[in-house]
T-cell receptor
Framework: ETGVTQTPRHLVMGMTNKKSLKCEQHLGHNAMYWYKQSAKKPLELMFVYNFKEQTENNSVPSRFSPECPNSSHLFLHLHTLQPEDSALYLC??????????????FGEGSRLTVL | RKEVEQDPGPFNVPEGATVAFNCTYSNSASQSFFWYRQDCRKEPKLLMSVYSSGNEDGRFTAQLNRASQYISLLIRDSKLSDSATYLCVVNIYNAGNMLTFGGGTRLMVKP
């Protein structure tokens, strides 16, 4: 049972839809992340939140909009996506002070298909 | 050039075999190194950190060569349950808590 929960696990949407991915961590961590995993490509860091403040936006298109209302919840709002945005979106959390230990705790991911 | 490069494999080995993966990284300022494991259709999980002097955890041995900028993972006495994708991960301290992942090496252990 993972301490990081993501919903929905699967999502199919059209290019004109608006949807959101949700992530919740039950580990008491203070940093949260969104990663994108596409077939045959490395995990790509999209956004980082430390203590609810966004510290990194890794050149992500504006059709992806993150929201972090508190240190336990993270959302990724999706709007007018493209078929190439189809991928597995992974949420992760860590303890900020120990970030350089390299231990991220990932959720099981939300598999997104854009038609 | 990719920041963290791995042979995607797959490496097909029989049970009981010893198998080694290498990973190279491009940024000489990289400070900390890790191996993650990702099972099919599951999330990545930390397998082990990689220390400068090399370190071992049971059947797994990790080594770091800073001069050549590569990291290795050796698995002895392979088990069927070792079948997974092994991700090489690098952290640059000045980049805060941003880990850079390699594309992964797929291992398949056969009976």
């Amino acid at each position: 049972e993972t301490g990081v929960t993501q919903t929905p696990r699967h999502l199919v949407m059209g290019m004109t839809n608006k949807k959101s991915l949700k992530c919740e961590q039950h580990l008491g961590h203070n940093a949260m992340y969104w990663y994108k995993q596409s077939a045959k490509k490395p995990l790509e860091l999209m956004f980082v939140y430390n203590f609810k403040e966004q510290t990194e936006n890794n050149s992500v298109p504006s059709r992806f909009s993150p929201e972090c209302p508190n240190s336990s919840h993270l959302f990724l709002h999706l709007h007018t996506l493209q078929p190439e945005d189809s991928a597995l979106y992974l949420c992760a959390s860590s303890i900020l002070s120990q970030a350089n230990t390299g231990e991220l705790f990932f959720g099981e991911g939300s598999r997104l298909t854009v038609l | 050039r990719k920041e963290v490069e791995q042979d995607p494999g797959p490496f097909n080995v029989p049970e009981g075999a010893t198998v080694a993966f290498n990973c190279t990284y491009s940024n000489s300022a990289s400070q900390s190194f890790f191996w993650y494991r990702q099972d099919c259709r599951k999330e990545p999980k930390l397998l082990m950190s990689v220390y400068s002097s090399g370190n071992e955890d049971g059947r797994f041995t990790a080594q770091l060569n800073r001069a050549s900028q590569y990291i290795s993972l050796l698995i002895r006495d392979s088990k069927l349950s070792d079948s997974a994708t092994y991700l090489c991960v690098v952290n640059i301290y000045n980049a805060g808590n941003m880990l850079t992942f390699g594309g992964g090496t797929r291992l398949m252990v056969k009976p």
